[in-house]
């Protein structure tokens, strides 16, 4: 299989596919901060003092005080016990099965959802007890399994806050309310962080303000989606914390992340904090592309996440909407995973930095 054909970014809104700029609703930068200036230069002001990266890892010689600094903001934005930065989100989500894994608590059985990342999925082989996988975000179907396995006690569940392909928030409190108490939810809200909550803590924010009663969380999270940047981090307990800085493999065996980059994250959860317009012009484009779809007829599902995803059965359906959306100037944002046996859809992620005139003709371009 051959990767896609690369696109050049022009602007926060377009990109140049085959010679024309075109507008652009691919990825999950949801406020498009990779190219925003108080990113950019917390970037090039760490660049210029630290360099372009660390050279060790965190255990070794690479820790940096803007991972500290950058950790201590992250706990706060979150209101979490523990912050570890990693250097990625795949890798935050390995470190934490290691951590898992490592005997700080011992799991009878772990549930995952059919659906999960990659990430999570190759997560769950390091905890080292018996994985079961569930129906996509169904309650009942995880409760039936868990009726299965009565003697397990101590369950780990595992999931991601938001599918980013469906951009479908997970019923997170009803999958909580089935474990037996005690147990750990594992959340990787890749997507959902910097977007959903009242505070943009994410989706378990916007699902359970209250948390879950007798369950204890732990997430995992990106900061190259909504928060413009490069890396990954883990938020939790205490005592996570510290099974991560016990010898974990992936916090002792790579490189920690480019200074830089947790300079620029650091900025993104600023801004996210203090400039509350942000959010609310990223839910007014949701809200609008998402009810003109509606009205105009198309089932769009009631998810107030900024993604909407149309699946194509057929290679002809799916040439004409490509057709349709170059027409009205928009670039063709198909996806096909080469692993998954699933049919190729169309993604559109929606900014709070598109404008109305690219808002509508989004709109247009998917109801003709
Ligand atoms: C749900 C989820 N988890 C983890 C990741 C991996 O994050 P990163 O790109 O920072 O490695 C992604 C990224 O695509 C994701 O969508």
Redesign the pocket.
């Known amino acids: 299989m051959k990767l896609p054909q690369s696109i050049q970014p022009v602007d926060a809104t377009h990109v140049r596919y085959r010679g024309r700029r075109l507008v652009y609703f691919g990825g999950?930068d949801y406020y498009r901060l990779t190219r925003h200036p108080h990113l950019l230069k917390a970037h090039a002001q760490a660049v210029a003092r630290d360099g372009l990266g660390t050279g060790a890892s965190r255990m070794t010689t690479g820790n940096h005080p803007t991972h500290d600094a950058l950790e201590a903001v992250l706990k706060k934005f979150f209101d979490c016990e523990s912050a570890t930065v990693i250097g990625?989100?795949?890798?935050?989500?390995i470190a934490l099965g290691q951590a898992l894994g490592s005997g700080a608590k011992a799991f009878d059985a772990l549930f995952i959802d059919e659906y999960?990342?990659?990430?999570?999925r190759d997560a769950a082989k390091f905890v080292g007890c018996p994985v079961v996988t569930y129906r996509h975000c169904d309650g009942d179907d995880l409760a039936k399994r868990l009726a299965k396995r009565k003697n397990d006690r101590q369950i780990l569940l595992l999931t991601?806050?938001?599918?980013?392909a469906t951009g479908r928030i997970t019923p997170i409190a009803n999958l909580a309310k089935v474990l037996p108490h005690g147990s750990v939810v594992w959340v990787?809200?890749?997507?959902g962080a910097g977007v959903l909550g009242d505070r943009l803590r994410g989706t378990v924010e916007h699902v359970a303000p209250s948390g879950f009663k007798g369950r204890e969380l732990i997430q995992?999270?990106?900061?190259?989606?909504a928060f413009g940047s490069?890396?990954?981090a883990i938020l939790g307990p205490t005592w996570l914390r510290k099974s991560l800085l016990d010898s974990n493999r992936v916090v002792t065996g790579s490189s920690s992340l480019p200074a830089a980059y947790a300079a620029a994250a650091k900025t993104a959860l600023g801004l996210l904090r203090t400039r509350p317009g942000l959010a609310k012009r990223l839910q007014r484009n949701t809200v609008f592309v998402k009810d003109t779809l509606r009205e105009s007829g198309l089932a769009i599902d009631a998810s107030v996440f900024p993604v909407v995803s149309l699946n194509c059965p057929a290679p002809k359906e799916a040439t004409v909407l490509r057709r349709r959306l170059l027409a009205n100037g928009i670039y063709p944002s198909c996806i096909r995973y080469p692993s998954d046996k699933a049919d190729a859809f169309y993604r559109f992620a929606i900014s709070s930095e598109h404008t109305s005139a690219q808002l509508e003709k989004l709109a247009e371009a998917l109801c003709p």
């Open positions: 999950c990625d989100g795949y890798l935050a989500n999960a990342h990659l990430s999570l991601d806050g938001v599918f980013g990787d809200d890749a997507h995992s999270t990106t900061l190259s989606k490069y890396g990954g």
